[in-house]
């Protein structure tokens, strides 16, 4: 069940970093199965292979094994691209848009927590400083609504060129409206309808 790689770190003669494949337990941490794996597929194939002939609770993990035979849980490399491409999203917001914010203000939790949702949704946020106006997601925090104004932006072809018309615009405006509003009440977000419906307010909740 162990696989090594050039991409595992090796400490005291042994690999120790990667993913690993580890039970629950009632009475303490994690205890580990098998591993460490160099990536999450080799993982998730090697739990396919423990179904008939190990425990029905494994789960991978990604951490550094300890002696004891837990597990101390770290950023995966893929966590670290997501933040990475989470990060890219929000550089596309206005600039200046958390300036006289407090690190810790709820807003700014919010506006990360909300392009979050939407980015894991396969949404983009526009970019209003790009030379291509493709669209996307328009988040505007407003500190005097106690929120954030969601609303989005079509790809020029749509709403500057109209190359299918004015009607098509205004129905597929009010389309992906309404798709932002549902897709952030799944999550869990307080929304309401801002503008004429034309975008929505997500509010910080009490």
């Given at each position: ?34 591993g ?90 526009h ?9 996307g ?20 072809r ?49």
């Amino acid at each position: 069940m162990r696989g090594l790689s050039s991409s595992e770190v090796v400490l005291d003669g042994a690999v120790r970093q990667g993913w690993w494949l580890v039970v629950d337990e009632a009475a303490g941490p994690g205890r580990i199965v098998a591993g460490p794996f160099p990536d999450r597929a080799e993982a998730g194939w090697a739990v396919d292979a423990l179904v008939d002939g190990g425990p029905d609770d494994v789960r991978s993990i990604y951490g550094t094994g300890r002696a004891d035979g837990g597990v101390d849980r770290r950023p995966s490399p893929h966590d670290w691209a997501w933040l990475a491409h989470l990060s890219a999203q929000l550089d596309r917001l206005p600039e200046g848009w958390d300036a006289g914010l407090p690190d810790d203000d709820p807003l700014g939790t919010l506006v990360v927590e909300v392009a979050a949702a939407l980015v894991e949704a396969g949404l983009s946020a526009h970019d209003s400083t790009g030379t291509d106006q493709v669209g996307g997601v328009c988040l505007s925090p407003e500190p005097s609504l106690g929120g954030i104004v969601v609303t989005w932006r079509q790809h020029d072809r749509m709403s500057v060129e109209q190359v299918h018309g004015a009607a098509a615009d205004v129905m597929v405006q009010q389309a992906m409206s309404r798709a932002l509003a549902e897709v952030l009440q799944v999550r869990g977000f307080v929304v309401d309808a801002f503008g004429g419906a034309s975008g929505h307010l997500v509010r910080l909740t009490a």
